[in-house]
């Protein structure tokens, strides 16, 4: 047979993600209550599911179904994983120790727990530039509790199903989020690049060249690890006077050992780690969910984001107890791992392993590299990382979409808290959705032949943001015996939208006009029922409470 | 009107011996045969690898569009390839008399399509193995294993040859399972003019509840023949096929708990792993 031709007709080749997407649809399908047939099949599908879980089969898929592949990229991402890792220590201001063996210990954990075979997670810059106040006030095993806090908020995340909340996490948001990061990672390279001799930007230039031109000559060898190569031995050979990673801390030569923190165990502790904690927890399930996504397009297969909260919970749970940093999935290490090939769990695992390996015996040798050879790297992670496309869009997207992209990019860089940034352009998508929908709002009225009784017909949402032209369009004054407000076409949603019905139908009957409500539907009514007072007793009295 | 599903998948061998056999029993049954291949996922490795490690400019959206053409470009492909591979095999259903055809292709996991068009169907037809499995291991298909774990209908798993059913083997353990594959001798004309053998693998030399077997399926006007078998279940009625040059082995697919068949693995699957005859399946 043709090799070239897809071996079809074999889908175990390439079964879901994870068993619990994978039928998906149709677990949907049970779950609307349809008739009592379609319950069985439920039953047999939750069975099907429990199979495909413990089967060899999804061992295959998950690890084994990609083995060359897999092996290769793990080890182009555990290279380029090297000078991340030591980056994002020296921004958090530990010891390049931290960020590695916590790259170690991340990788591997996610890719056993995690939801999204084929990402790549590790001691991040997102997470990372959290840090460094906690580790600059209170020291290092503050910043081990508070990882071991923050992977057991995630956990309960995960346990809570809040991966499912990141629909509310609009488009712009992520653009705007990714971009901050982008920027976050370029800044933390200045301290790099201000004040040091002439030489180092030479070095940087010439990492840059050979990390973009090298890939148009041969694609069979990463070009960061060119870069780094070359860029220390010419560094060495000609004894130039540049920094190096070895400047910046010591670097590990044994294997990480488990540890539980030195910290007094009480509320003050709790104290001062919780907001960190929590910030971290945040930005990290945020960047994970959202490489998981990007993960999810690129091979287009399915994740499960609930098993990656808590993939992620874990792996920064016993990552703090063996002396590592927090950290989350890398948008940038994952896009590598899939253009290199990486689809399945091993790719994650494997690139954890190498990094071990790699940093255990050489680590004397990465204490040369200069740190000029890092920073071309991390520039490109960040050019990388940016969405250039955003900047086109600016022209074309709807002004708003923009808005909330560029507040969010703002906020994070203004506070160094991508959680922060998320949090405002949250809101802002959320006011300007509910300015949007409030739009959808129109209320239309006609005279009877006798002029004395009037009919109001509301259209749309009646809610907070509606409820000022929902008052406006009345006109009470007017001299008519009876009005009718007939809102069988629209739906109150809230509090704002009940209150201001009530007070409409006050302000008719105190200029003794007689109201009539007509067409609530079930949802209103219950609202109304529950909440509206404008047919109790006590009515007015309480109108003047509000 | 009685209906078989044969799966084929294009793979050299089986793909014949599944149409022959579907041919074979759809005129003894007089049955319609609705002919199915599955596209499932696509393979993994297939995806171009780039190993240069660095990030470009807008790479995320340049590596989505290549992947995209990549898997468009496949897909193309599998759809035409099961397209021929369809109207091939119905062309010779017909071109042999078989009048009742219908052909399907379909995209998505092989279980989910035969659970949806298993309601109605009568046997079901598989190959032993895709093209991905390993003939010299004697390595099941994966895809085998799971309908054999999971469809209700009986399965007739073929080997990489038809051969017409002159002489049956039933492997008799008392379960669920192969009680009822005795009803399906009993009501169904498949096997009424083949020469069938009941078997049991039992340490004594002659067993009752066997004997009521047999002259219950005489009674029916079943040309049978029963006897007891020592040793370990699978070889001794592996070894039996050899023997009495068997032409099918019919089986019940349960008799152990599930977690055992996760481990062992069950007889049944022992048998169509190792035995080289088709193997009529009852769950």
């Given amino acids: 047979m043709d090799p070239h031709l897809p071996r079809v007709a074999m889908p175990g080749a390439y079964p879901p993600a994870h068993p619990v997407v994978a039928f998906n649809g149709r677990i949907a399908s049970c779950t609307s209550a349809d008739a009592g047939n379609e319950q069985a099949n439920c039953a047999r599908r939750s069975d099907i599911r429990l199979e495909l879980m413990f089967s060899t089969r999804n061992l295959k898929a998950e690890w084994l179904g990609n083995i060359r592949s897999d092996l290769l990229s793990g080890l182009v991402v555990a290279l380029a994983l090297i000078p991340e890792a030591i980056a994002f220590s020296i921004i958090a201001g530990v010891d390049p120790k931290v960020g590695l063996y916590a790259s170690f210990s991340i990788a591997c954990l996610t890719a056993i727990f995690g939801g999204r075979p084929g990402m790549i997670s590790a001691a991040t810059a997102a997470t990372a530039v959290l840090m460094i106040t906690l580790v600059a006030d209170h020291g290092l095993q503050y910043l081990f509790a508070a990882t071991v806090l923050a992977g057991i908020l995630q956990l309960v995340a995960g346990a809570l199903k809040l991966g499912d909340a990141m629909r509310f996490v609009s488009r712009s948001v992520m653009t705007g989020f990714v971009n901050a990061l982008a920027i976050l990672i370029f800044m933390a390279q200045i301290p790099e690049l201000v004040g040091v001799p002439y030489l180092t930007y030479a070095m940087v230039a010439l990492g840059l060249a050979i990390i973009y031109l090298l890939p148009r000559v041969t694609t069979a060898i990463p070009s960061p690890l060119v870069a780094i190569v070359v860029v220390t031995a010419i560094a060495l050979v000609f004894g130039l006077d540049l920094r190096t990673v070895g400047d910046m801390g010591e670097l590990p030569d044994s294997l990480p050992i488990f540890l539980i923190p030195d910290i007094p165990l009480n509320l003050e502790t709790l104290q001062i780690i919780l907001p960190y904690s929590l910030g971290i927890a945040v930005v990290g399930l945020l960047e994970s969910l959202m490489t998981a996504q990007v993960v999810d397009d690129l091979t287009d297969t399915p994740s499960d984001k609930n098993r990656e909260c808590l993939g992620q919970g874990v792996a920064n749970t016993v990552t703090g107890f063996f002396g590592g940093m927090a950290g989350c999935a890398m948008i940038g290490q994952s896009v590598i791992n899939v253009k290199s090939g990486g689809r399945t769990r091993l790719s994650c695992f494997f690139a954890g392993i190498a990094l071990l390996f790699l940093i255990v015996v050489l680590g004397e040798w990465v204490a040369v590299i200069p740190m000029a050879a890092l920073v071309a790297i991390m520039i490109m992670v960040s050019i990388g990382t940016f969405s250039w496309e955003s900047i086109v869009n600016l022209k074309t997207h709807p002004r708003r979409s923009s808005l909330v992209m560029l507040v969010t990019v703002v906020t994070v860089v203004w506070t160094h808290n991508l959680a922060i940034g998320v949090v405002a352009g949250v809101l802002l998508s959320g006011i300007f959705f509910a300015s949007k929908v409030a739009q959808l709002f129109y209320i239309e009225s006609d005279l009877s032949e006798d002029r004395r009784h009037r009919t109001y017909r509301v259209l749309g949402q009646i809610f907070f943001a509606s409820t000022s032209d929902f008052g406006d369009a009345f006109d009470f004054r007017e001299d008519v015996d009876k009005v009718t407000i007939d809102v069988s076409r629209s739906h109150i949603w809230d509090l704002s939208g009940v209150g201001a019905l009530d007070r409409a139908v006050l302000k008719f009957r105190r200029e003794g006009t007689e109201v009539e409500l007509v067409g609530m539907n079930e949802a209103s009514r219950t609202l109304v029922g529950r909440l509206g007072i404008a047919d109790k007793p006590d009515a007015l009295a309480r109108m003047e409470a509000h | ?283």
């Fill in chain 2, 1 to 283: 009107m009685a209906k078989i599903l044969a799966l084929i998948d294009g793979s050299q061998h089986y793909t014949e011996s599944v149409v022959d056999n579907a041919e074979f029993v759809a005129r003894q049954l007089s049955a319609d045969v609705q002919l199915i291949h599955v596209i499932g996922r696509r393979d993994l490795g297939s995806a171009p690898a780039d190993l240069s490690g660095n990030l470009d400019l807008g790479e995320r959206d340049e590596l989505l569009k290549e992947l995209a053409e990549h898997d468009e470009q496949r897909a193309k492909l599998a759809r035409k390839r099961g397209r021929l591979i369809l109207s091939d095999s119905a062309g010779r259903l017909r071109e042999n008399g078989i009048e009742r055809v219908e052909e399907e292709l379909v995209l998505g996991d092989l279980l989910e399509a035969i659970e949806v068009r298993e309601p109605g169907c009568d046997l079901i037809v598989i190959g032993k193995r895709g093209d991905a499995a390993d003939f010299a291991k004697l390595h099941l298909g994966s895809n085998v294993e799971r309908i054999m774990r999971r469809a209700k209908a009986p399965v007739l798993i073929v080997a990489r040859t038809f051969r017409p059913l002159h002489k049956v083997l039933v492997a008799y353990d008392g379960g669920q399972s192969i009680l009822k594959a005795l009803d399906f001798l009993r009501s169904s004309p498949l096997l009424k003019r083949t020469q069938i053998e009941v078997v049991k693998a039992t340490n004594q030399a002659s067993d009752p509840e066997l004997d009521r077997v047999c002259e219950d399926l005489k009674g029916v006007g079943l040309n049978v023949r029963c006897r007891t078998l020592q040793g370990d279940v699978e070889e001794a009625i592996i070894s039996e096929c050899d023997r009495e040059d068997i032409d099918l082995v019919v089986a019940g697919a349960s008799g152990h708990s599930r977690l055992r068949a996760f481990f062992v693995g069950s007889v049944a699957n022992e048998i169509v792993r190792k035995c080289k005859r088709p193997v009529l399946l009852f769950r």
